[in-house]
Each structure stands twice: as C-alpha cells, then as structure tokens.
C-alpha cells in the first residue's frame, strides 16, 4: 500500500467530523497493523474495489466518543449504543469512503465501495477484505478515540 494512498482517508475523516459532528479531531501517529483487533467498541467496515487496488476500510469508535458524535450530527443527546447509533456509524463509514474514493480517483485511483456493515462490542474485530497489514490513523477528540484502518493491496 502506497503511502500516498493514506493521506485522502485523514482528509476524508477530519472534514467529516468538522461538518457533520462539529468536532475537530487531532490526528495522531499513523501505526501498521497486524492483527484482527479494532481499536475501539463499534466499527463501520466497507469494501472496496477499484481499477489498480482493493481492500476495506473500518473505522472504530470508542463508546464516548460516538455518542457525542451522534448526539452532535442529530441534535439531540445519546447516552446509549442503539440502532441510530449504528445507522451513525455506517453512515460515517460511508462518508468517509466517499470523500477518500473522490480524493483517490483525481490520483488515478478509481474505486467503488460496497455497503458498509457495523460491528460492536468490546473487543471486537475487523476482517478485512484482503490478508495483509493494514494502516491504522487514530484519532483524539474531546470525548475520546477513535480510529481508521485502512487496508488496501494493488493489483
């Protein structure tokens, strides 16, 4: 996976959060990942496949932190995981994927995505599409961590 590749999905993430959620989130050190372990307690993952690559990203949330922002994008407080918090998260994911896919493709990297899944729970985990290390960006807010895995293989 090309380095390059990285940079649309911390641009895709930080507008994201900006408008959607009005949080401004810290990026912190990208890390390469081995393991099948999420980063956080819920996860929107989705698939995605294109003219020189495929792979999947996942971003994963901390309780605290998707709370506050879904209770940001909706106006209205949440205090427990539900179903409108998962509706949250795969609509995150979604944007997310779309705003990097936009970025990708003015690289010559054209890629179509599949409907994002959700999944929670503590210690979780994510499959990803492909076998193989994936590029996890954290993220710090206000009200906690939260991150994207990024796991993409050329072809």
């Given at each position: ?22 949080i ?6 990208p890390y ?6 999420a980063?956080?307690?819920?996860s ?7 003219n020189?690559?495929i ?6 949330f901390?309780?605290?932190c ?7 994008m ?15 998260v ?23 995505a ?6 929670s ?35």
């Open positions: 996976m090309k380095a390059e590749h990285i940079n649309p999905f911390l641009n895709a993430t930080v507008s994201v959060m900006s408008t959607m959620a009005m401004t989130p810290k990026s912190l050190k390469l990942k081995k393991d099948e372990s980063a956080g307690d819920i929107g993952i989705i698939g995605i496949t294109g020189k690559a792979g999947s990203i996942a971003v994963s901390a309780e605290k998707i709370l506050k922002i879904v209770s940001n909706l106006g209205e407080p949440f205090t427990e995981m539900n179903h409108e918090v998962r509706d949250a795969g609509e995150i994911t979604n944007m997310i994927s779309g705003l990097a896919r936009k970025e990708l493709a003015e690289m010559g990297v054209t890629l179509e599949a409907i994002p899944t959700v999944v729970g503590k210690s979780h985990q994510i499959k990803h599409m492909i076998n193989g290390p994936s590029i996890v960006i954290p993220f710090q807010t206000d009200d906690g961590p939260f991150s994207v895995d990024v796991c993409l293989q050329e072809i």
